[in-house]
């Protein structure tokens, strides 16, 4: 009757018993390794022979899940990129937790679907929107999305923006037919994501205006207006700024109130772009700082930096939930909605994002902010701002060293000095390959005036301060070695 | 010396015994409910008293991770989306396998960012890409990357076709100058992916032309020629075809030999929408049918579908490495790449899609086709493929059934007959909604040739052939009753 000629099949262990103790097994090395991160070197390179391993081709024949498992052990769990320890302080990484293991190995249990229909994973989704909604300040009837991250997150606001501005028939007509040029604006330290999102969505990056900032890296809001001015007198359509909170060289803030204020009397849409610095507006230390961040429009942010929750996971917050959707709604005939049943729910979230199928990254996000509350996470940025403030002071305290920029909230960037600038450059660039070489440290470089920087970036939960006092060594030496 | 006043502090567990024995709880209940994934109801819809418990406010103190697990237990686990589960054929939804409950703990305790720099997840990503570039019959110059599914892969695409046909000044410019007007072609029966690409990336929906398609769902190729040549004659520039392999309404594949040769001879950019499809072309059964997709520029295709990757996970695989990079590339100071440490490297994968960080979603699909091999995957994809044919031949053997569409692969669309059209649509959207609730098999609906059909989507490595009799068996049941 069938012309199924084998025997049915299926994907599951044979050996279940084998396969969990095995599983367990596994366990047992993820935690390891998480409470081990003190203890490991930073990094290490790959090795030529598991680089070589890693090469080997299409796995036709089953090679077996204990297998997999010991070739993970060898090949790839001993060379990672070193963020779990408390010295790595490159670029702007998060630290991630124990719990992150669990809320993991529990989504790809249920592996859900999170584009749409009426299932518990869109229940924890929606709430952790609105946990966001209400902590900096946006109207319950607000929209939000969880994201790969906030450079997704910028591409989503940027594209609701769009959407209020040439409302529907851009959505038809899209940006070919040339009627209006819209062009946004963001300071010269803004980051690369708002670059490549006005590239994404076909703006070209000529219409995103990078505005000058002052001696602190703040935008300068007098060159800002006039940029507008000059936009609108030639003809072109403004349509949004992004403020930054922080920036990503210096972690310096954009006047928040004073964009919001400008944005408001010039009816442009505020972005907000606070893909680590968003966390620091929930202590009570910054609120100064980041005075005007709640009238912002739009809001992208990361929980995998400094709320620490595993890669990766952001968000994006939009006050017109209508603008929101109408830029992205549109399901076909086998997407439709229906009365009962799996396919109801009243909110589908692929109306609100270019996804359709979406990982349950709500989870790992639910499980921190649970575990630890906003509490401990925004406890632990005050600890790392305060870490920061001391290692600046360090610094300060060194005639060989220079800081290069001033320190607003977690990031300290400086330098060995010497006589002759480019081989300062040289000297410096040399001294961070060496601390990650020799698995010491980790922070990375970045370029200031001209100049490279040591750039410490301190998004770590395990850092402590004596960390940061074998740094000032550790650089110290190299840089008398190389004077020597 | 400090400011820093309190005792320093982490996000670790303060009690790592206690939070191993909760982890090795935890893991079993995940892996029970993989196990159990037969037994359980398919679908039950959250309780109000669960969606009132996940409506409360920001979690400020510390809950602890007992705590959030015993809610995880009780709000979330029980009501997941039912894919893992035997008879869910709705939409198209994988099903996810136990290894990949170890990939996905295994990858958070790394918390590795796949943006770039030097480090062993970013050679797992490297060496799945380079399998999917063999087995689909990509040179090795090829390049790809892995995304969250096929509606980011075809983003990146067409982002990368666009690039090639306008060049470097489509960055800066963007689509904004109206100079040339791009157009592109998909079938009716294209997913609405492609349509949304085509939104986001400022295009327009206007401009992806829908081509008719025959009585096999499949795209008119005279008709396609003939829309190519209208735009060219109106002063357009065709740009791109998609062809769908294979289509979400019935599984049709879309002639992909005629649809290459048709792009070389006019110079155009053929993509393939694989996302379930593309890993049928990997048996030895469907030859014919997908002869010529080693002809693609681009293909998009899913992990988390056919090959029960847990979601999410897609790839895209660009023909043209540097179309692929040009289009993307872009990076700052700070992220500026070393000779030597961690920020070495040869392909930072940021330079290849829209996204800075990026999580090791490399690591489950290196887990999955090592785990199974691609012989493991691509049986069950027959035996699936075998199961529609089957359940199709059960259809046309009940005179109140009615096949909605031909069978090429692994859907099958059928409906219960009432005299009264109308009536039948109700019908078997009332049937639909009755399955699920009922917690008894989850097919989803849709619309062919203006009538409702009851959609079964098989891509389920644990559906066997009994879960398609009791199918048929509830459907007859439910419309002779409806009948009486």
């Known amino acids: 009757m069938s012309d199924i ?32 991160a003190k203890e490991r070197a930073i990094w290490q390179p790959v090795p030529a022979d598991v680089k070589t391993a890693l090469k080997a081709g299409v796995p036709h024949a089953p090679q077996g899940i204990d297998k997999v498992c010991d070739d993970f052990l060898e090949q790839v769990l001993p060379y990672s990129t070193g963020n779990t320890h408390p010295r790595f302080w490159g670029w702007v990484h998060g630290t ?9 190995m529990l989504a790809a249990c249920m592996n859900s679907n999170l584009g749409g229909r009426d299932h518990g994973a869109i229940y924890v989704e929606q709430q952790v929107v609105n946990w966001c909604k209400s902590l900096f300040g946006f109207p319950t009837s607000a929209s939000g999305l969880l994201v790969s991250g906030t ?3 910028t591409v989503i606001a940027l594209a609701a923006a769009r959407f209020k501005v040439l409302e529907y028939p851009v959505r038809s007509t899209g940006l070919q037919n040339g009627t209006k040029r819209l062009v946004g604006y963001t300071s010269v330290e803004g980051h690369s994501c708002i670059s ?68 408001e009397k010039e009816k442009l849409w505020f972005h907000v772009d606070g893909a680590f610095g968003a966390v620091a507006a929930l202590g009570d230390k910054h609120t100064e700082l980041y005075k005007g961040l709640d009238r912002a429009d739009s809001l992208a942010f ?53 996804e359709l199928s979406r990982g349950f990254r709500a989870l790992k996000v639910w499980f921190t902010l649970k575990e630890h509350g906003i509490e401990g996470i925004t406890r632990k940025m005050e600890d790392n701002c305060a870490q920061a ?10 005639p060989a060293l220079e800081l290069m920029a001033p320190v607003s909230l977690n990031i300290v960037c400086f330098r060995y000095r010497l006589d002759d600038a480019e081989k300062s450059d040289t000297l410096n660039r040399e001294i961070v390959m060496q601390l990650q070489e020799e698995g010491i440290a980790a922070p990375s470089t970045t370029v200031l005036q001209g100049r490279a920087a040591i750039r410490v970036n301190i998004t770590n939960h395990r850092s402590r301060l004596a960390d940061f006092e074998l740094l000032i060594q550790e650089v110290l030496a190299r840089g008398e070695a190389s004077n020597a």
């Open 151 to 153: 450079s997704m997150a």
């Open 302 to 354: 990361d929980f995998h930096k400094w709320m620490h929750v595993p890669y990766d996971a952001g968000c994006v917050l939009i006050r017109d939930a209508e603008a929101h959707r109408g830029a992205f709604n549109s399901r076909p005939e086998y997407l439709a909605e229906a009365p009962r049943g799996l396919a109801g729910g009243e909110q589908w979230f692929c109306d609100y994002g270019p």
């Open 96 to 104: 991630g937790t124990a719990g992150g293991v669990i809320a993991e």
């Open 389 to 398: 403030r001391q290692l600046a002071q360090w610094v300060g305290e060194q």
């Open 196 to 263: 490549r999102a006005f590239d994404l969505l076909g703006f070209g990056t000529d219409a995103l205006r990078k505005i000058p900032v002052d001696q602190n890296y703040q935008m300068d809001m007098r060159a800002l207006s006039a940029a507008i001015a000059h936009d609108r007198a030639a003809g072109l359509t403004p349509f949004m700024v992004v403020g930054a909170a922080a920036t990503v060289n210096t972690a310096a803030v954009d006047p928040m109130h004073e964009i919001a204020e400008l944005c």
């Open 5 to 36: 000629k084998h025997p049915e099949i299926d994907l599951d262990p044979q050996d279940w018993p084998a396969f969990r103790a095995l599983a367990h097994r596994m366990l047992d090395h993820a935690l390891d390794h998480v409470q081990g």
